[in-house]
């Protein structure tokens, strides 16, 4: 086969894409601006922004799993929790520092789910970091507007005798969600039970899974 | 049901930070709880002393939000609203 003529495929007989390449806007520039300014005047230095980067990467979904495995398995937890959220998960080792965390409990009669229409508001210190759609203008804007819509676009299609609630994370306060615990797991671990407590069942727009799932 | 605190959204457009999300101004709610009190961001987005508020938790129907139109008239918003933001109302009356 001539060559040539396949010039403009990869290796993978793909053909190639120009790169997605954009100038760094305004607020890019900023950023590097004000951080390579904080460094020079002494105010801060690489590694402490390189230690704040690797905090944040550390803390994932994981972490607000083990919080709902707890609350499903662990009564006294659970009355704490619900009493003060940001005290009962402090003890547990994840700090939400100056916010304040609010913990709402999904049965069948209500259903909680979490946005910030203002910005992206997230328990970060429970969840990570927040996914792209719930940081998107569709997500913010739609899921105050018709959460039944959205949630079914997430797979969740809630019956008319569930109670949607919609909580706008407008000020101090932070969500999680403590999804129902699923059927045929009353004799698990809180070790087991949290591989089944994904990150969208703690924001509302999913369910824990199945255990047949697993 | 019956001692629920009925509070009215200012429905006012200042300038500036405000954390008063614009489709609940103007809108009915009732008390769901009371936080803080926190300090006004309204202050502290321009760097002066924010003076310590009650932050409201308040609940809104669908159909006070968005008027008959909406599909599930019962379900609910809640929002975080400093005390500042919000006026004693009357509670509606029965259907």
């Given amino acids: 086969m001539p060559h040539d003529h396949h010039d403009h495929l990869s290796p993978s007989g793909h053909p190639y894409r120009p790169d997605d390449d954009h100038p760094l806007t305004y607020w890019q520039q900023m950023e590097i601006a004000v951080r390579e300014l904080l460094i020079e005047k002494g105010v801060t230095t690489a590694a402490e922004i390189n230690a704040q980067i690797d905090a944040m990467d550390a803390r994932t979904p994981a972490n607000g799993a083990a919080v709902v495995a707890r609350a499903w398995t662990d009564p006294a937890f659970r009355a704490a929790l619900f009493e003060d959220a940001s005290a009962a998960t402090r003890a547990m080792g994840f700090d939400i520092g100056p916010m304040r965390l609010i913990a709402l409990e999904n049965t069948p009669d209500v259903h909680n789910v979490v946005v910030c229409t203002l910005c992206s508001c997230y328990p970060r210190n429970l969840l990570g970091l927040p996914p792209d759609w719930y940081k998107s203008r569709a997500y913010r804007s739609r899921t105050v507007r018709e959460p039944r819509k959205v949630l079914a676009e997430f797979g969740l299609t809630l019956p008319a005798t569930t109670t949607v609630r919609v909580h706008d994370s407008t000020a101090d306060m932070r969500y999680i969600v403590i999804p129902a615990r699923p059927d045929g797991t009353d004799d698990w671990s809180a070790e087991a039970l949290a591989e089944l407590v994904t990150r969208d069942s703690m924001v509302g727009t999913g369910a824990a899974k199945a255990p047949q799932a697993l | ?95």
């Fill in chain 2, 1 to 95: 049901m019956s001692k629920r605190t009925y509070m009215r959204v200012r429905a006012d457009m200042p300038p500036g930070h405000v954390r008063t999300p614009a489709y609940l101004r103007g809108k009915l709610g009732w008390v769901e709880r009371t936080l803080g009190p926190f300090p006004n961001p309204e202050q502290l987005a321009y760097r002066h002393q924010g003076q310590p508020l009650p932050l409201m938790r308040m609940r809104f129907t669908m159909a006070e939000v968005w008027g008959d139109g909406t599909q599930t008239p019962d379900d609910t918003i809640d929002a975080e609203i400093y005390s500042h933001w919000l006026e004693p109302a009357e509670a509606p009356h029965a259907p």
